[in-house]
């Protein structure tokens, strides 16, 4: 489970980097990215370090390969707890990515990945949208 503060912390961060997004301003997109970047540092390996605000910074960087860096990182610390929530989002986040990047048989294990790791979950149309992914990329 997540410390309460720092998801607070991290959502919020988020909120504000999609806002800066969406209103081009680099300069403070960049500043709240290195901050939730330090959040994650600060938090690292610690009883506060958690999938999620890995996840988040990963979600956010604009760099393909960083941001595929990022997931796996985030992917290893929700292995570590087993929360089958994360391991499926962070898989299927990172799949997208990789049918972006024409990774096809890549993007397909990881949303096999994605699709086991949901089977525990109750998110109903999560795991259509896994599905529907799939079922595209395996049609070719």
Known sequence: MINTKIHKSVYELAEKLMKA????????????????????????????????????????????????????????????IDSKEHMSSIAFSMARLQVESGHTDAAIKNLERAKISAERIDDKEFKIEIDELLEKLLAG
């Open 21 to 80: 997004a969406d209103k081009d301003d680099r300069e403070a997109f960049n500043s709240l990215y290195a901050e939730l970047k330090a959040v994650c540092i600060d938090n690292e390996n610690t009883e506060k370090d958690h999938p999620e605000q890995w996840e988040t910074l990963a979600d956010f960087e604009e760099e393909l390969e960083d941001a595929l860096v990022g997931y796996e990182k985030a992917l290893g610390k929700a292995i570590a």
